[in-house]
């Protein structure tokens, strides 16, 4: 079972726009939620991350907005250049004990100039 | 400093042979995984290690698959009797684990091709 949902499955965003990725999870015990982005042929790189004691956390253009009673996380790009033009992964883990990361099955994002 | 490292970048074996896939992780870094990447699959946990405990194996998808770690360090991960379903990008990922620090850094994967 999936146990992190994520979507859309592809965004297009012009130059300039806010691009919005959202996912959803089902177990209350994670308290890690990281976004990763990859390029092709390239490894996920970890962009941001958020603990479920905040509502958001904004890095650069990046922001991470967390809704703990929905259990629903989003990525909002702000100002989408080209150069973010990836593909993002959600992913939640219950850091203090499992380890492992439960993934969602990522957003193809594609920013137009 | 030096990132998560893996090798070889793209392997290409015959269905039967067996493979060996290696993975250094971040020099300090306590706690490794294997995850496998496939076309429509995302991507897939295989195996943890975090310092001397026994390792989580749940993610192996067959008794083909294993794993060890050697020194606290260096990761092989081998497939034996490979598939063609077993094609995919196998990344390597380390954390610190110390407490508080949650964060996996990967490495830029194997492609493994079987034919």
């Known amino acids: 079972q999936q146990q992190v949902k994520q979507s859309p499955q592809s965004l297009i965003v012009q130059k300039g726009g806010i691009s919005i990725i959202n996912c959803a999870y089902e177990?209350?015990?994670?308290?890690?939620f990281p976004w990763y982005q990859q390029f092709p042929g390239k490894g996920p790189a970890l962009l941001i991350a958020?603990?479920?004691?905040?509502s958001e956390k904004k890095e650069g253009r990046f922001t991470i907005s967390f809704n703990k009673s929905a259990k629903q996380f989003s990525l909002h790009i702000m100002d989408s250049q080209p150069g973010d033009s990836a593909t993002y992964f959600c992913a939640a883990t219950r850091g203090s004990t499992l380890g492992r990361l439960y993934f969602g099955r990522g957003t193809q994002l594609t920013v137009w100039p | 400093g030096a990132g998560v490292s893996q090798s070889p970048s793209n392997k290409v074996t015959e269905k039967g042979k067996d493979v060996e896939l290696r993975c250094d992780p971040i020099?300090?870094?306590?706690?490794l995984y294997w995850y496998r990447q496939s076309l429509g699959q995302g991507l897939e946990f295989l195996i943890y290690?975090?310092?001397?405990?026994?390792?989580?194996k749940s993610g192996l998808p067959s008794d083909r698959f294993s794993a060890e770690r050697t020194g606290g360090s260096v990761s092989t991960l081998t497939i034996q009797r490979t598939q063609q379903e077993d094609s995919a990008v196998y990344l390597c990922?380390?954390?610190?684990?110390?407490?508080?620090?949650?964060?996996?850094?990967f490495g830029p994967g194997t492609r493994l091709t079987v034919t």
């Open positions: 990922a380390s954390s610190l684990r110390e407490a508080g620090s949650y964060e996996q850094y």
């Open positions: 958020i603990r479920p004691d905040v």
């Open positions: 290690f975090q310092g001397n405990s026994a390792p989580d």
């Open positions: 177990n209350t015990a994670f308290d890690y």
């Open positions: 020099s300090g870094h306590t706690a």
